[in-house]
């Protein structure tokens, strides 16, 4: 273990910390917020088997959401959404949508963020109805000037993306995509503790 890593601030209470305490932990952040890449890596191969009585498991799901992106010619930015947007499944068993667009926020634009957070409600239009509730919920965010981007995303690489005989590209195709999303944050209040 390096000295970095090694180092311990000594308050007992923040009232108490003082600017080299902080010179102390900021360092480990700049290390530990390299190694994000890594945890989303490992985060979304815990979807992997986990089928949920859909035809493939989550994991092929996100590669096969991606992969049609990427052959659609969309931005790098949309083909990691794509490939994320999901990744919420295993810990926001009610509001999985908000999971995927609350860490990608501060790598994405406006639209994006936008899109991934609103997935969830804009998929229902294609199986709300199937279990009771009303397909159209997506409506009352018709005034959106995202409202055709969530569309879209739903259309072409969601609600399709469930096909066994896809041949989707493989994680490792997208993990230096994903690398360069996550590597500097656009917009955080902890961006200058990063650099
Ligand atoms: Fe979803
Ligand atoms: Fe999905």
């Not at 601030?9 to 700049?30: G, K, L, V």
């Not at 992997?48 to 092929?60: K, N």
């Amino acid at each position: 273990m390096s000295d970095v890593q090694e180092a311990r601030a000594s308050f007992t209470a923040m009232t108490n910390a003082d600017a080299a305490d902080y010179e102390i932990i900021t360092d480990h952040f700049r290390s530990f917020s390299k190694g994000l890449a890594d945890r989303l890596l490992d985060h979304l191969k815990l979807l992997d088997g986990d089928f949920g009585g859909f035809p493939i498991d989550r994991l092929q799901h996100s590669l096969q959401s991606a992969t049609r992106a990427h052959r659609d010619g969309k931005s790098e930015d949309y083909v990691i959404m794509a490939l994320l947007h999901d990744i919420g499944d295993t810990l926001g068993t009610f509001n999985h949508a908000d999971i995927a667009a609350s860490i990608l926020q501060p790598f994405l634009d406006e639209e994006l963020h936008w899109i991934v957070k609103h997935h969830g409600i804009f998929q229902g239009y294609y199986f709300f109805h199937h279990i009771g509730l009303d397909r159209n919920l997506r409506e009352q965010f018709r005034d959106s000037p995202y409202f055709d981007a969530c569309a879209e995303f739903c259309e072409k690489y969601d609600q399709n993306a469930f096909d066994p005989d896809y041949e989707s590209e493989p994680l490792s195709f997208f993990e230096p995509m994903l690398r360069r999303v996550v590597a500097k944050p656009r917009q955080s209040i902890y961006k200058a503790a990063q650099e």
